[in-house]
């Protein structure tokens, strides 16, 4: 609510009064007064929507290629949330930005709290910061590369640990300014032999990554515990079920690695889960 002083007592009724200021027993005064303007918002049933409802006849083969997608990936696309335009690759509409939205606050808060700090890094990386962690090699035709202008090997960012290395390296940090904790939020790029399940396996995804740096291995240790921690509490703001279970290090490599699973239907993986010591 925004609170304006406004000296012509004819924009009263043209602005829309909630309230005067008036004490009790005193009548408004055609001199200065204050008013009470309400900040315009958007309300969800004024938020752009189209709707591509599946017609009844229709209904059942859509059922059935959901057996090869997903059902919450043809509810978002009836109900104008995502719009597919083009192979793996989804327009975000305003009621999805909305969702998004709110939970980007929760996720900055919570990584705020442990002492994380935001950051933008750019999708595009040259060919030679990439070949120096050997994954430009090593990763097969999921990674998106290009040459621009000038001839040059680039690509497109599935994740940036080579790219937030580089950049940390390139000052002179000294141990005092540990832990550093940076991360950011947006688009990666993958080149999904058969995109499938909607935003799930898609070829332009958003996505949420943390990159720590520590001055020893148990300051390390120390972060991962806290960011785990921070992560659960993410988890459950949201309301969502989820299972922690130990993951491999992949190519960048590590002492320990753990992954958070969201039981599904149409889940890849298999899970092996211990319910007595809640471990997997």
């Given at each position: 609510?925004?609170?304006?002083?406004?000296?012509?007592?004819?924009?009263?009724?043209?602005?829309?009064?909630?309230?005067?200021?008036?004490?009790?027993?005193?009548?408004?005064m055609?001199g200065?007064?204050?008013?009470?303007?309400?900040?315009?918002?958007?309300?969800?049933s004024?938020?752009?929507?189209?709707?591509?409802?599946?017609?009844?006849?229709?209904?059942?083969?859509?059922?059935?290629i959901?057996?090869?997608?997903?059902?919450?990936?043809?509810?978002m696309?009836?109900?104008?949330?995502?719009?597919?335009?083009?192979?793996?690759?989804f327009?975000?509409?305003?009621?999805?930005?909305?969702?998004?939205?709110?939970?980007?606050?929760?996720?900055?808060?919570?990584l705020?709290?442990?002492?994380?700090?935001?950051?933008?890094?750019?999708?595009?990386?040259?060919?030679?910061?990439?070949?120096?962690s050997?994954?430009?090699?090593?990763?097969?035709?999921?990674?998106?590369r290009?040459?621009?202008?000038?001839?040059?090997?680039m690509?497109?960012?599935?994740?940036?640990?080579?790219?937030?290395?580089?950049l940390?390296?390139?000052?002179?940090i000294?141990?005092?300014?540990?832990p550093?904790?940076?991360y950011?939020?947006?688009?990666?790029f993958?080149?999904?032999?058969?995109?499938?399940?909607?935003?799930?396996?898609?070829?332009?995804?958003?996505?949420?990554?943390?990159?720590?740096?520590?001055?020893?291995?148990?300051?390390?240790?120390?972060t991962?515990?806290?960011?785990?921690?921070?992560?659960?509490?993410?988890?459950?703001?949201?309301?969502?079920?989820?299972?922690?279970?130990?993951?491999?290090?992949?190519?960048?490599?590590?002492?320990?690695?753990?992954?958070?699973?969201?039981?599904?239907?149409?889940?890849?993986?298999?899970?092996?889960?211990?319910?007595?010591?809640?471990?997997?």
């Amino acid at each position: 609510m925004l609170l304006y002083r406004n000296n012509m007592r004819s924009l009263v009724s043209e602005l829309g009064v909630l309230n005067m200021s008036m004490n009790r027993g005193v009548m408004p005064m055609y001199g200065s007064c204050w008013v009470y303007v309400r900040r315009l918002k958007h309300t969800v049933s004024k938020l752009y929507q189209p709707k591509e409802l599946t017609p009844q006849e229709k209904l059942k083969t859509a059922k059935k290629i959901e057996e090869a997608s997903c059902k919450s990936s043809r509810l978002m696309k009836e109900y104008g949330i995502i719009k597919s335009v083009g192979n793996g690759y989804f327009a975000l509409l305003p009621l999805a930005i909305r969702s998004i939205n709110k939970l980007t606050k929760i996720i900055d808060e919570e990584l705020e709290s442990v002492g994380c700090q935001r950051l933008i890094l750019p999708h595009t990386a040259t060919a030679s910061l990439w070949k120096q962690s050997g994954r430009w090699q090593g990763m097969g035709p999921e990674l998106i590369r290009y040459k621009d202008r000038h001839d040059q090997d680039m690509l497109l960012c599935p994740t940036h640990e080579e790219t937030i290395t580089s950049l940390v390296a390139a000052y002179d940090i000294s141990s005092r300014e540990l832990p550093l904790r940076l991360y950011q939020i947006g688009s990666k790029f993958r080149a999904e032999m058969k995109p499938r399940f909607g935003l799930i396996r898609a070829n332009e995804f958003l996505m949420k990554d943390l990159y720590t740096f520590d001055k020893d291995p148990q300051s390390a240790k120390h972060t991962y515990d806290q960011i785990s921690l921070a992560y659960e509490k993410i988890f459950n703001r949201i309301g969502v079920p989820y299972l922690r279970v130990e993951g491999d290090t992949g190519m960048m490599g590590g002492s320990s690695s753990h992954e958070y699973h969201f039981p599904a239907g149409i889940g890849q993986d298999s899970v092996l889960w211990c319910k007595k010591c809640s471990k997997g």
